[in-house]
């Protein structure tokens, strides 16, 4: 690659707001794309796309979500603080389109399932609809939320507390294969990959060299 952008904190905070917000929202390269859905006590569902996905631990399985400040109406966080349940569904390539869409500023009263044709998926039991169209489909309860003064931003941490995922996407190790699961990644706000396998690492020791499986 040719020649490189070097930017110091005064330079960042020059850049034209726009293209400050894509240029910081996409530094971290690939995120995870994932649906999140809610619903209120009316059972008036809500959809959302999100790619703050972060794991936090294994046992209990824990993963945080991070939610902008609380300066405009918040239906999806709302939801999760009234019910305490919501649901995380990855995207995958047959529905980039609807779940791009969900991030348009629906009014509280309309559904995102409803307005971009993606269909609710309930359980029994379950407060929070998934999405019928989505194959890795996980059901979590909230479990703690982390109010971050730095910026003003939520961390919401939940458990699974139901996981499906297609049987062939479970590797010899038994994770996940997002390639198989056609698991989307995105990049900034708007941009969406395929991420292919290019190897895989036995665990690292400090008494073995590196070596491929």
């Excluded at 269909?119 to 407060?127: F, I, K, P, V």
């Excluded at 297609?166 to 941009?191: H, K, R």
Aim: with cysteine; charged share 20%; aromatic share 4%.
């Amino acid at each position: 690659m040719r020649g490189s952008m070097h930017l110091r904190s005064s330079d960042i905070e020059d850049l034209e707001r726009r293209r400050r917000a894509a240029l910081i929202n996409s530094i971290t390269g690939y995120k995870p794309a994932n649906l999140v859905g809610t619903a209120n006590n009316e059972r008036q569902s809500n959809l959302a796309i999100m790619s703050s996905l972060v794991h936090i631990g294994s046992h209990p399985p824990l993963l945080a979500l991070i939610f902008r400040p609380d300066n405009a109406e918040r239906h999806t966080l709302n939801n999760i603080r009234d019910s305490g349940s919501y649901t995380i569904n990855h995207v995958h390539s047959g529905i980039i389109d609807a779940a791009h869409q969900t991030a348009a500023r629906y009014p509280g009263s309309v559904s995102e399932f409803a307005a971009t044709g993606l269909s609710e998926l309930w359980r029994d039991g379950e407060a929070a609809p998934y999405v019928g169209e989505a194959t890795v489909r996980m059901g979590m309860q909230l479990r703690d939320e982390v109010p971050l003064a730095i910026n003003g931003t939520h961390m919401v941490i939940g458990e699974i507390v139901s996981l499906e995922v297609p049987s062939e996407a479970i590797n010899d190790a038994g994770a996940l294969d997002p390639q198989i699961a056609d698991s989307i990644a995105i990049s900034g706000l708007d941009s969406y990959y395929r991420c292919n396998l290019i190897q895989r690492m036995a665990y690292a020791k400090p008494d073995e060299a590196p070596r491929r499986l």
